[in-house]
Each structure stands twice: as structure tokens, then as C-alpha cells.
């Protein structure tokens, strides 16, 4: 990693990222989070051991590196507290190397509530997490959000909680008809965090952009994915965060400058979980062969299974745009392995080819697929471009001509040591 780097999902998430991160984060002195909250779900593998972070950034698994989570993360102590134990527990230092910032609001219980609740009375379901993301957001664009450095004025803190609660337990007894937040139950379980939650607390956007100016490197940890931004995803049936990569400039306080590099990360296939369009999707027996085939598409955070389809060029070359990408990472090549033909989808059928405006037209567009000739010689054992098969060689080069932008990496399997870069 010559330039401070981020790293974006292309498609819905799940793209495989937290083990590109985990790899780059090797030539980086500091891992950023700067979006999103516990509702991310990135698994690392090193050493032999699998580790499944969902706030922490991916950084953490490696001893020497800062790892920072800045003001556009809402953050869920609870769920973060576990998460420390939890790489502690595995033999991971934390202290010291973990900063957060005082600006990233909080995820409450009742914020996990109203999430819970306004889905199971929707009726047109997103398919959340119900880790209350979208209820933190709303706080936070509402100006009702209460944020991590509120927790050192105590009293600060409970008169928040006491005036965003009026709201909230109305909503929740007399429209969703559930039971209420109790203030006193959140004040006691809150009482722990000022301790346990000061150490980490920093200026991130200060220490940030001291260490861009000394040159050091930094590598900013996208979650979900291009199709999941609030602004350019599928909306409604997206998460509540710009997860592109201008996200990263206000998710964590620094100038576009303090970029250096995009590398979009675009699975060799398509998954997404939840609901929402999906215009290059399998029939329901395809999808179950390559969730079988691939082993673990199920979502991280909630266990589902997830959706899957036909790599959608029309997507990846809108991420490549969307988010300035000058590298493309291809995961999970390997489990395309042994299928005779395999289609990408090329056009929606739109006139004037452009992109969908409406999720309505997205829904009813008419994809058109090339077929590519698939091969038979297993990836996963392969370490240097040359010796892939040619029919993956000439896959991974229709993806570059696509969607204009070089394929650096390529990987072939779970493990670190399963990843082609080239050049
Ligand atoms: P939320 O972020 O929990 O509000 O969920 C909104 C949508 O984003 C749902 O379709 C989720 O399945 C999806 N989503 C959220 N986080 C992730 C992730 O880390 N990977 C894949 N999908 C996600």
C-alpha cells in the first residue's frame, strides 16, 4: 500500500473486505472506520483463528497498528464492550491503540427497539439488521442523538436520554404497541460506560490528519456497500450511512486530499442480504448451489442466507464511478471453479443506457448477460496470476474492460494466503 487507501464493498456487502483490509492493514500504520455501526460484519482470519468484528476496525488483529472509529460511526457500547472482551480474550491487546471519537452517536436499546418494531409493522420490510442503525441515524440527522462525549458530563447525558425518551416511548406504547425504554434501566447500565469508554477517546479527525501530514500510512474501512448508501443504494432498501467513499472525508473529519487511492471490492458473484432489488439474481436452485458451493453465504451479524446472483457489471462500473476507484479486488474467484458457463450481466435494458432513477425501474429493468466460458482447474492453490486457468484470466479481464478500472487483487480462498496481487 504505496497511498493512504480506502477500501469500499462495489456491491450489497459481504464482498469479502474485511480480509482485504486485514491484508493491506499489514503495510498501514493506521485502520479508520468511518461509517456504519454494529450492524457490519467482517470476518478476519489470521493465524489460524477467525475473528468476526462488527465494530472494531479489521486493523485490530494486528498488534502495532492505531485503529480509529470516527464521528460517522454509531456506535453501540454494549455491543463494543463484547467485541474487546471478546479479541481480548484471543490475545489481543486493545489499550493504547484503539481511538474513538467523542462525536459518534450512540446506539441505545431503544433505538434497537424501534428498529425491531417498525419492521415487524412495516409492510414493506428492508430486511435490517435490527441493530438499530437506521433509529440512530435518525437521532443523529434529528439533532435528538446523544453522542459518546456526553457520557463524561453524567448528568448531560441523563437529561438527554430523559428528553429523547418522551418521544420514543410514545412511539413505542401507542403506535407499535410494545413495551417502553425504562430511563432508570438505561442510566444504570449506562453508569459503567464513562470509565470504561474514556480511555479510547480522542480527537480521531486531529490525530488523523497529523498522522496524513507526517506521511504515514492510513487505510479507511468501508462497511456494507456501494448499493447500501443511503444517498446512491437501492433506497428504501438501504442502510442509514453514505457508505461510498466520499464517506470517509466526514465520516472521520479529513479533506479529500488525505485520500490517495480507492480500491472497490467487488465479489465474483453477487450476494445481498435483506430485501430490495436484485436484478442479476438466481433462480432459487442456482443460488442454493453456490451458497453451498461457497460455504458460508449467510450473513455475519444475523445468520441469514444470503440472496445471490451473476456479477453485474452495470453495478461495479456505477461503484467504480460513485466512488472514484482506481483498483479492483475480485474475491472469491475459487468458487466459480467447475461451472461451465458463467453470465454477467451487461445492460439494464435502459434507454440511453444510463442507470435507473427509481428503484421501481431498477426492480423492472431488463437485465442482458454475456457468457463467459467457465474452467475447470480448482483456484484455490493458485498464487501468481500466470497460473490461473486462461477462461478465469479472461473473466477477470472482462471485469477490467467492464468496468475501466485494473484488477490488483484477486482472491482465491478465505485464508491471507490465498490472494493474487498484481504488480
Ligand atoms: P441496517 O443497516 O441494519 O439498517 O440494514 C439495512 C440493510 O443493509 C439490510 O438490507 C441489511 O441486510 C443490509 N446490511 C447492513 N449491514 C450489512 C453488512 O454488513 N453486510 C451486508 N448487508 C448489510
Redesign the pocket.
Known sequence: MKKNTVVI?AQ???EGKGKIVDLLARQADAVARFQ??A????TVKANGREFVLHLLPSGIVHPKKLCFIGNGVVLDPQSLMEEIAQVRSQGIKVEGRLKISPLCNLTMSYHKML?KARESKATRA?????????PSYIDKVGRLGIRVGDLLQFDVFAQKLKESLKEKNFLLKNYYKVSPASHDAIIREYRKYPALLKPYMADVSLMLNQLIASGKKVLFEG???TF?DIDFGTYP?????STISGGACTGLGIGPSGIGSVLLVAKAYT??????PFPAEFDPQMADFIRRKAGDEF????G?P?RCGWLDAVMVKRAVQLNGADQLAVTKLDVLDGIKQIKIAVSYGIKGGGYPWTTEELAGCRVRYITLPGWDQPTGGIRSYAKLPANAKKYLQTIEKLTGVKVSIVSVGPDREATIFRG
Not at 39 to 42: K, S, T, V
Not at 237 to 241: A, I, Q
Open positions: 464493498g450489497w456487502g459481504d456504519g455501526g450492524n457490519a460484519g467482517h428498529d428492508i430486511g435490517t439488521t435490527g441493530r438499530g442503525i437506521g462497511a456494507q456497500g447500501l432498501f438501504v442502510t442509514s450511512s450476494t445481498r442480504v435483506g430485501n430490495g450473513g455475519r451479524t444475523t441469514r444470503r
